[in-house]
């Protein structure tokens, strides 16, 4: 269970500890973040009052293009976000439906959105055996993320099962119980097709050499060469 907070608070304990802290700022995810913008939107704008960097860690799946109250809020938002976290959990729209219940048509347009907005986006992937590691996905997803010229950052991360035993313990069937944890080296090498497809900075890397990689590397680079 979590407890009410209010955005000054937030920033007032922010300010208190802000002495421990070597980098960073704050970062808002959830459950979806975006799901409480108003709160988010006074979060940030007081955040960069005090100079504050900003990170929203969302999967993009409130978004609808088009005019509105809610994307009035949202580009009111972008004016204060420094950093989006992207999460793109499949990039077939039958897949991901079947993934999540939704397809990513939304996902995909925030992207664009955020290219729009010129926001910087670090793009976040789960490679899960069997569903999402098939090599001509990754290749549609590196393809897609060469048309995006805000990318910054980009993860692959291995599908672990974590999960498995808190859902039996609430006795609650978990959908992906029967699929394997994925290692890092499938990972890596998933990573690299994707780079391959995209034209990213790091595309000509080797296995062994995108294993040194972080994914904070790719912030060094002025934009993300697609």
């Known amino acids: 269970a979590g407890s009410l907070r209010s955005a000054q608070s937030l920033i007032q304990e922010y300010e208190r500890n802000k002495a421990f ?23 940030f704008t007081l955040a960069k009052e005090q100079g504050i960097h900003t990170c929203l860690d969302t999967s993009g799946i409130t978004y609808h293009p088009g005019e509105s109250d809610y994307n009035r809020k949202l580009d009111e938002l972008m004016t204060v976000t420094d950093l989006v976290m992207l999460d793109i959990k499949h990039i077939d729209p039958e897949g991901h439906k079947v993934l999540t219940g939704h397809d990513n048509g939304n ?21 899960v055996p069997g569903i999402t590691d098939d090599a001509a996905l990754l290749t549609r997803l590196g393809t897609f993320l060469g048309t995006l ?6 993860d692959v991360l291995p599908y672990h099962i974590l999960g498995v035993t808190k859902y039996d313990q609430l006795g609650m069937a978990y959908p992906l119980k029967d699929v394997p944890p994925a290692t ?24 062994d050499q995108l294993r040194h990689v972080k994914a904070t590397d790719a912030l060094k680079h002025p934009t993300w060469q697609m």
């Not at 925030?110 to 907005?117: D, R, S």
């Not at 890596?188 to 097709?193: E, G, L, P």
Request: aromatic residues 10%; without cysteine.
């Open 21 to 43: 802290y070597t980098s960073g700022g704050i970062t808002v995810t959830g459950g979806e973040a975006l799901m409480q913008i108003d709160f988010l939107l006074e979060l």
């Open 107 to 127: 996902i995909l347009a925030f992207a664009k959105y955020l290219e729009e907005k010129q926001i910087p986006v670090w793009i976040r992937h789960v490679l």
């Open 149 to 154: 010229s805000n990318v910054k950052a980009l």
């Open 184 to 207: 890092k080296e499938q990972a890596a090498n998933a990573k690299k097709i994707i780079l391959t497809a995209s034209g990213g900075p790091f595309r000509n890397y080797s296995l």
